[in-house]
């Protein structure tokens, strides 16, 4: 199982939360970009792949034609015949029907939008660009086109309580959405949020609270709590995503993207102008673990799959079993103060942790 | 009979003598241009605080208007409280001192406490009204005081601005008439008294020596008299204000000597020097040794330093020989060492430095004083540390150290300054009018209201105007119990301290409120607990933490999620485990803090 995922940096405005790596306003540059993306691919040409996602930023901003543009040059580069999961992020500004008619048309099977809340006030106040009734018909729109659709959930917006979350929640699984989903807002160094928060914005306890409500409602209406932040219908589970937890190869294009390929991560580094002029040449931060630490690695990843879990015979086998002994010392200690779960020969995170997940992976990486 | 003239400056802090002894560098030509940084005052952290803390010698060659040509040895001496032990063995090197009053504050505590130590020393004293360029200067009013409160004549008090320069020359001729010359006693064996020393790497330690009697140059053997260690002379010389080289020190010279010496704890402060070829000569007597009196741990944050820890502080005893430490181990802060302290500004200033100067990070406790604990059996126990008291069922009763203190207050502040007093478990001793203005109260304190930032809310409540200094006045009975701090079930042996019984209760509630405050929630919860023995006063539980998790996938970019991990970890490595709860730091000088603020 591989997975590729191509970065787009564009967005037609900053978020106040948002701290990746994307340029409000410089569309542009699009055009450019798409080619360059391409001529990154050349260097890992004729890699195969299962799964495609594009993030972003915004990709929907690319529009059909250079949409276009980008898979048929991928195809030329990439194998992608095997496909079998081929995702698209979109913005319900820019989710327009020419614009996911063209998606399906070049082989995308699932839309991921950027719904955050259906409520207007919630959205303004973080500087969306979009109302929930654009949010309704961009996931109206995509559940006709036959698409997978998840959306994103934030939990924690200024002004937020369990009724208007409980009713974003109850409009998008009425439409038929078969995936969500739902992370608690962060204030990350740096951004407008940060720098200026303000008093509605809930506390984490409320946070906590109402990620316990958001979860229990999604489990009433027949979705799975698979990872910490995911929930999905049977069987509509985003398998690009569980390649991540599962410690699997992705090749990551664009500036910013990350990669995990032959036992190495890397990155490119984030910068636009950089990227255009030598997207080659942007590889930075190549990180190869040693096997004791690659064993940690995947266990902290692993366990973030809340059912399927942590297999210690499986990790023995991968990365040996004097390498996996140090890491599943660490889970058995865990586990007899009842922070992880165990059957004898596999983990997993109880769903009561979730929320307080961070010091039990600290602990997986380090002791 | 040698041209030389030691001295020093004494004051009430901020009554100029920093600016003053600029002034006299300037005209003696010791320094040529004016800074606003004042020469003596070497410390950036004597500076940021604008006080004196140790003491230091400069020579200034000064020709008086008799034509002859003098040596003036001005030996500074700190202002504080805290430091009368300090003052006390500057005071040992001089024959006169100068006594300085700010003509707009008049005569304060320590003008009265300082000039007692001076007269103790047999010092000839110089009246000295300073800052008489001030607009509120009264002067008539400080010649008054000088009389009525020191019992020194008014008259003989000479006027100067030390900023403006007005009335040096004068002084400096008065220190020539006025201060006698040191006997010379050069044929006789050497005897000089260690009064200050420091710890250069290339030289070893550099003590600061008065002579007394015979001389000293490079290549002679000299011994210390305590411990009869001998040492070679490399090189013997003067602060001017940089150490300079000289052939010879005599009898009556105040300067610096090189010997090499290697071994830290070797050097006292208050020894004497004297010759190895003459082992019987006798000590410098009469000088005062440091007593410590107030204590606190101080615990490595990182416990693999200790070994640091341990070399910062020999080589930081050296520098202000006032510390005391011993080896201490705490169960919750780990192996670390107990200090005595001069007073809570030196405790401050102590800590602040070891870990500036010396590139430390500590953990220091609450400050106790030392009681004594008579147990059933009628053994006197002295104990500074109270995580040492025995159980109260062999104890017969407790002993607290009892301070008299001086304080002069305008007469219109003698109300709020009582109030304080009382709420301190003060016993007002005598009140006293020496002018018409103000008021000078005589309080006895138990030592450990007072170390608790009384000083600071004295100056508060009387806008700044009250001073104060303080002596010990022995061990007096109290009715004082243990009250010890549990987190989660476990005693927290570094939280524990003395209170008076009838403030127990109270003071345990505020205490184990900001405990919850500041120990971070955690995955499970945490009750704190204060208990008198086994009996529980006061009770606050931390609730569980709810939200702490990594959520966004970042495109993939595990290596980020991981190392922020890592970053949150490392953080909790600067938190000191206590069972399995994390406390930071500041946990251990709450109660220091909560008294600030009540």
Avoid at chain 1, 324 to 348: H, P, Q, T, W
Avoid at chain 2, 214 to 236: E, Y
Wanted: with cysteine; net charge negative; aromatic share 8%.
């Amino acid at each position: 199982m591989r997975g590729l995922y191509v970065h787009i940096p564009f967005c037609v405005r900053k978020c106040a939360y948002c701290d990746f790596y994307s340029l409000p306003g410089r569309t542009e540059l699009i055009g450019s970009y798409v080619q360059a993306v391409l001529s990154e691919s050349t260097k890992y040409a004729d890699l195969s792949f299962q799964t495609l996602y594009l993030g972003g930023g915004t990709p929907s901003l690319l529009g059909g034609r250079n949409l276009r543009t980008l898979v048929n040059g991928l195809r030329r580069s990439f194998s992608l015949s095997e496909l079998v999961e081929s995702t698209i992020e979109v913005n319900p500004e820019s989710a327009t029907a020419e614009l996911l008619e063209t998606a399906w048309d070049v082989g995308f099977n699932r839309v991921s939008i950027g719904v955050q809340s259906l409520s207007d006030g919630e959205l303004k106040s973080v500087g969306r660009v979009h109302d929930a009734a654009q949010a309704i018909e961009a996931v109206t729109l995509a559940l006709r086109l036959d698409f997978e659709v998840s959306v994103d959930i934030i939990i924690g917006l200024p002004g937020q309580n369990w009724q208007t979350l409980e009713n974003s929640l109850e409009t998008l699984t009425k439409l038929g959405v078969q995936h969500l989903s739902m992370y608690c807002l962060a204030l990350e160094h740096g951004t407008p949020l940060a720098l200026n928060p303000p008093d509605s914005l809930p506390s984490d306890d409320l946070q906590a609270e109402l990620f316990e409500l958001a979860s229990s409602f999604l489990g009433r209406e027949g979705f799975g709590h698979y990872e910490i932040s995911n929930f999905a219908r049977k069987g509509h589970e985003c398998l690009h995503n569980l390649n991540y937890w599962r410690c699997g190869e992705y090749l990551g294009l664009g500036t910013a993207a990350a990669s995990h390929l032959g036992g190495k991560r890397f990155k490119n580094r984030a910068d636009l102008h950089a990227y255009l002029n030598n997207p080659i040449g942007q590889v930075e931060e190549v990180e190869e673990l040693d096997a004791k630490e690659k064993a940690a690695e995947e266990a902290m990843l692993r366990l973030r799959l809340l059912s399927e879990g942590l297999d210690a015979g499986g990790l023995a086998e991968r990365f040996g079993r004097e390498n996996a002994a140090v890491v599943i010392g660490r889970l058995n200690g865990m586990a007899e103060k009842g922070l992880l779960v165990s059957d004898g020969s596999s983990y997993r995170l109880p769903p009561s942790r979730v929320l307080t997940s961070n010091p039990i992976f600290a602990r997986v990486l380090l002791g | 009979m040698r041209n030389i003239r030691n001295f020093c400056i004494i004051a009430h802090i901020d009554h100029g003598k920093s600016t003053l002894a600029d002034r006299m560098l300037e005209l003696t030509g010791v320094i040529h241009t004016t800074s606003n940084e004042q020469v003596l005052d070497s410390m950036d952290l004597e500076r940021e605080r604008g006080i004196t803390i140790k003491a230091k010698a400069v020579r200034m060659p000064y020709k008086a208007r008799d034509g002859q040509e003098y040596i003036l040895n001005l030996i500074d001496t700190p202002g504080h409280v805290d430091f009368n032990y300090e003052v006390s063995r500057s005071l040992k090197a001089c024959e006169g001192a100068i006594l300085l009053v700010d003509a707009s504050q008049g005569v304060e505590a320590q003008t009265i406490a300082n000039a007692y130590l001076a007269v103790d020393a047999g010092l000839e004293i110089i009246p000295v009204i300073n800052k008489i360029d001030l607009p509120g200067a009264m002067i008539d009013e400080c010649r008054f005081q000088l009389e009525e409160m020191l019992g020194i004549p008014g008259e003989d008090a000479l006027l100067v601005s030390g900023k403006e320069g007005t009335g040096v020359p004068d002084l400096l001729e008065a220190v020539i008439s006025r201060i006698p010359s040191p006997p010379d006693r050069s044929d006789e064996p050497l005897a000089c008294l260690i009064f200050d020393s420091y710890y250069d790497s290339y030289q070893g330690v550099v003590p600061h020596i008065r002579l007394f009697s015979g001389s000293v140059r490079a290549g002679d053997r000299i011994m210390l008299k305590s411990n009869k260690k001998t040492f070679d002379v490399n090189d013997v010389g003067y602060f001017t204000p940089q150490m300079t080289r000289a052939e010879v020190l005599k009898s009556g010279d105040v300067g610096y000597l090189q010997a090499t010496i290697k071994e830290v704890g070797t050097v006292r402060v208050g020894d004497t020097i004297i010759s190895a070829a003459h082992p019987e000569t006798a000590a410098v007597p009469g000088f005062r040794h440091s007593q410590p009196m107030v204590f606190c741990g101080i615990y490595p944050v990182n416990t693999n330093d200790y070994g640091k820890l341990t070399i910062a502080l020999e080589k930081f005893q050296l520098n202000d020989s006032s510390i005391v430490y011993e080896k201490e181990t705490s169960a919750a802060l780990g192996h670390g060492y107990r200090l005595g302290f001069l007073g809570m500004l030196h405790m401050e200033i102590a800590l602040e430095r070891l870990k500036r100067e010396f590139g430390q990070e500590l953990i220091a406790t609450m400050p106790s004083v030392v009681y004594k604990v008579v147990n059933t059996k009628g053994e006197a126990l002295m104990i500074d540390n109270p995580s040492k008291f025995p159980d109260p069922v062999y104890i017969d009763h407790i002993e607290e150290p009892i301070i008299r203190a001086r304080i002069i207050v305008p007469t219109d502040y003698v109300g709020p300054c009582m109030e304080l007093s009382e709420s301190k478990r003060g016993k007002l001793v005598s009140m006293e009018h020496p002018d018409g203005r103000r008021a000078m109260l005589t309080y006895d304190f138990p030592l450990a209201e007072i170390i608790t930032g009384y000083y600071d809310k004295l100056k508060s409540v009387s806008r700044g105007y009250a001073s104060m200094d303080y002596e010990l006045a022995g061990y007096r009975t109290g009715n004082l119990v243990k009250v010890d701090v549990l987190v989660k079930g476990n005693q927290v042996d570094a939280l524990s301290y003395i209170s008076d019984r009838d403030n127990a209760v109270s003071k345990a509630r505020i205490l184990v409120h900001k405990l919850r405050k500041v120990i971070p929630r955690q995955q499970f919860e945490i009750p704190i607990q204060a208990a008198i023995g086994g009996k529980v006063i006061a009770r606050e539980d931390i609730v569980p933490i709810r939200k702490d998790v990594l959520a966004k996938c970042y495109g993939g970019d595990i290596t980020r999620k991981r190392k922020l991990l890592e970053k949150q970890k490392e953080g909790k490595k600067k938190m000191k485990m206590v069972g399995a709860v994390e406390v930071p730091q500041e946990a251990f000088l709450l109660l220091l803090k909560m008294e600030d603020e009540t």
